[in-house]
């Protein structure tokens, strides 16, 4: 799940945690890993959220605006949780909630004034990715295992269809922006596309 807003800079300036990603990790991890990666219909919810918490401005200053009178800067929230066949949670009903509760960890973790400062936006959901036509609500592939992770995905071509090149999430090197860009370099290369600068 992920929420996307924005923060007044006053409010994130005071956060000791100034970059551009920042993985705020639970004391749980292993049972909370346990937790989302269960089978079929076993998963749940974190109950000691390793969130992710992303601040693109601190990277880019032009992304910096102002909302209200006020500088903001933009901000995203990744909570890691289980896909639709390991919980079919009832995410129409659960997000906002479910949202509440992951800013007040990010309080209580030195997050001073996200929860009446966070302007949520959007939230995703496994629902969202699902409508998107992603398996089971992930958009990390079909399951969080080992055989996920970047050299370990599905190669860019497949010998038994010569004639296509796969690129994104799903495929080498992984999920993200950075990777899934590369991806889909990689693809353009095997289709023998290049880019001409000027």
């Not at 936006?121 to 992603?134: C, F, L, S």
């Not at 090197?173 to 880019?195: F, I």
């Amino acid at each position: 799940m992920v929420l996307h807003g924005t923060v007044p800079t006053a409010v994130s300036r005071t956060w000791s945690a100034a970059h551009h990603h920042v993985i705020e990790f639970g004391a749980r991890w292993e049972g909370t890993f346990r937790d989302i990666t269960a089978r079929r219909g076993r998963g749940r919810l974190m109950t000691d959220p390793s969130l992710l918490v992303t601040r693109p401005a601190l990277s880019d200053p032009g992304l910096l605006f102002r909302r209200d009178g006020a500088e903001h800067e933009p901000l995203s929230v990744l909570a890691p949780c289980p896909n639709l066949e390991s919980a079919p949670i009832a995410w129409d009903a659960l997000a906002g909630p479910y949202s509440r509760e992951l800013l007040s960890v990010l309080d209580a973790r030195g997050y001073a004034g996200i929860i009446s400062g966070f302007d949520v936006d959007h939230i995703d959901t496994p629902t969202t990715w699902a409508a998107q036509g992603m398996s089971a609500g992930s958009p990390f592939g079909g399951a969080h295992v080992f055989r996920q992770t970047g050299p370990f995905r599905r190669r860019n071509l497949d010998p038994r269809y010569p004639n296509i090149v796969l690129a994104g999430s799903g495929t080498v090197p992984g999920v993200g922006v950075p990777t899934v860009l590369l991806s889909g370099r990689l693809a353009a290369e095997r289709l023998g596309v290049t880019r001409h600068r000027h």
